[in-house]
């Protein structure tokens, strides 16, 4: 009976990003509207998943479970953008995975990445974790990164300030509690960013972050096949990938997956590793339109009037000679 409960406390979670709106908005609302809300939120490049367009998924949303959709207000101003990858220039991608921990996939997933050595990140729920913490100790001893992914999953942009801050405050602390780490960053359940939620994560020292590439997994009629190619489709270096850690067919998507990247030289790792890596080009120089001053400019010393030789740059050194010159201030 309890197992019962939780393999249907399990299914309620459903999806974390507003496909589940667009869903609702397809049974009766303008197609005005849908354009309106269908456009990813706070600037995420998802492209669309191949292979789904065009075609009605029955969700929990279409299945009557859920209530009838509220218009959503206004929540996507500049300033509650949330992050959605990482530097494009570092070959690194981050797999990350929602709604655990799930008792049957998650460890899967884990001897998985073991036999792999690859890295990833859990965004746990407080419901689940309080479920299976041992699972979620499992996610923790192998090396993975945890996610505050909200106590019991509500939607923040229709949930009092009250119960924002309980939803992310006490999943703090609950992960604290119970598997001794703090988590660095927060995936808003359904991808929903509200000014409230952005104060609070700016106090806790909770980067906000979506994803880039959304493999569709939580819709029934995604299959293992569709999820390796929406993500073989648009997944690039830096970029965030958004599965939930409660299919199967995710799991073996993953494990296709995974030699792909690598023979892509994608490196697999948890999404601060992701963020806190930047690629080692150097700065662009700037220069103010105030500053005044000569600079000093290295000429090429080459036949083709001081241009850089434009191919095989060998061993040909840059020369010693340079010039004056002053920099005029813009108009
Ligand atoms: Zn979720």
Known sequence: MRFFFQLHFLKSF?????GRHSSQILAGISVLLMTAWSQPFYGATAKKPAGTSGKTVKTEATSGLQPTPQPLPAMQTP??????HGDREVPMIALTFDD?????YVPRLLALFRAEDVRATFFLVGEQLKLFPDVARAIVADGHEIGNHSLSHKNAVRASAASV???IV??????KELLGVKPAVYRPPFGNVSAEVKRICERENLAIVTWDVDTNDWRSGTTREMIVRNVLDTATSGSIVLFHATHLKTVEAVADLIPILRFRKLQMVTLSDLLAAKSARPAKPRLAPHQAGPVTL???DTPANNKPPAAAPAPVAPSTHSIQMPVLPLP
């Open 79 to 84: 300033a509650v953008r949330a992050i959605t």
């Open 14 to 18: 459903g999806p974390c990003r507003n």
């Open 165 to 167: 801050e309980e939803e």
């Open 298 to 300: 290295q000429l090429w």
């Open 100 to 104: 655990a921990p799930h008792p049957q």
């Open 170 to 175: 006490g999943m703090q602390r609950l992960v």
